[in-house]
């Protein structure tokens, strides 16, 4: 309907296309003042002379913007986001009033009445560092919980929303988390209800009473309208459980659904051991969903600096955070193994390197490109064999490369078409020695490759041990991990961090893990660690890691490129168990996830081998 000048609203402010970005509509009459505003606001794109998009971030962190409007009184605000501007100025005031306060004793942030805040339909035991978690995190209305994997982060999760529910605040529990997190959820809510939460997991049988519901982040693209209804349906927290997983914001598909989703929830809370696996980006998005317009900010103005040790003074209040320390947890033995390639081997990879360098100068921006060589060098490194036959359909996206093809008589083909005499790997046979060597005491072995042709292979250098494999591909993912954890001739766990990285607890039946390789994501390193060091175990257990590492090859690129990240992540978190991390022992054998950093360490690499 076209307004006539000077009736109706001068200005409506509502979402747009998405519910990123915050549409301004003006009067015909405020076009000229719409121009003015728009210079304001950094993302501002005015899609006709009376209509002006602005990412929503960008919105609520410059409201002072609007207040030079003319006509303020007849500005009309979309009521779902007028709430969610009083909600961000609310939780302005308190992220401010938290950030003034000084650093309080433990003793004091845990008050006599949290079993009262609980109430009788609570059950669950809690420790010490989960009762003060708890606290912290209602009395910042939204929160993230950035202890360790293993913490019993989940639990602090389902007490936070049974606290909010005793208070009335919400009724609802939407979770999103990765499939395998499944088990511990459903678990944990037996464990901790007197009269357990109905779950329902979103598209089986959706059942229409749940107060809780859970879905996986690959399907929630495809679900926001639905999920959009049921959290403003009736008043919901609105849950992210491995909360790295929407690290990249609204530049990828499940940082851009959660986004969507996050104004519609009543309280927003993140779950996550590795909130900063690639730097301070990964931060500013998680807060970013936490506090939308304020939360992003706040780690602009902290981290930019360089300080991080004022950084993470400054940020702490923002978070929660139980440190591996705290744990009680006996210390894990992490290595590193060089392991030297074989002639062949060896030839291979530098051909690989001489094939590729010619686009190690001047394809910096071409990542697509760069993440596949990355691949092939990772592979190279591991078994040269893994070139002839590329990737499967059931590696992740990032590790998907056809078999190589070595353009005829060159000496590439060459050296590939002799491979089959000579191609088991030393880390295939230093992972077999380990795995004989702990079989010997008894003990089972999680073995990690990136590959899944690597862990085929495995299955059968192994196969004397009566390994169980998991993977994309597996159909019974949990049938495999029974067989692992209960079967006294199951000694071996063969896998990759992409798949079983998060979400398992297998620290009851394993203590020795093994990386044949690793690539260069910081935060599926640290979650699969954590996979057999974790809360509950027996206080004499001795943990041990193994890292087995080629000798002058992108093995040594990704080793660096980890240490820095670690080093970044535990000093912002101010952990120094992360810390640790960056700088592991080594010791002599015995038998994709790219960013500019990495592909700037991998071009040192290629123009070392060059000179």
Known sequence: MTMEIGAGPSLEIGFGDDALTARLHVRKDRAADLRRLALRFQSGVQRAPTILDVELDDLLSNLRALQAWPEPETVHWDAQLANLVRDSTADAGTVAQQLALTAQPCAELVPDDLNELLGSGWKGDLTSFQRRDIVKLLSLRHGANFSVPGAGKTRVGLAVFQALRQRGEVERLLVVGPKSAYESWLYENEVCFSSPLRISVYGKDADPSANAMIINYERLDGALEILGSWLTARPSLLLLDEAHRMKAGSRGVYGSACLALGPRARRRLILTGTPAPNGAKDLENLFGFVWPGYGRQKVIQAVGGGDLAKASQVLRPLFTRTTKGELGLPAVRTVIKPVDMPPLHNEIYEALLGRFSARATGSEADFLAWGKITVYLLMAATSPALLHVGSTRYEPLEYQVPPLQAPQGSQLSELLRDLPNYEFSPKYREALAIVEANAAQGRKTLVWSTFIRSLNTLERVLRKFRPTVVHGGTEDREAEIARFRNDPDCLVLLSNPATLGEGISLHQHCHDAVYVDRDFAAGRFLQSLDRIHRLGMDPETETRVTILASK????????????????????????????????????????GGLDVADLQALMGHFRAHAS
């Open 552 to 591: 002058d090859t992108v093995d040594d690129v990704v080793q660096q490129r980890l240490a820095q990240k670690l080093e970044f992540m535990g000093s912002v978190l101010d952990d120094p168990g992360v810390k640790q991390l960056a700088d592991l022992d080594e010791e002599p054998a015995v038998g």
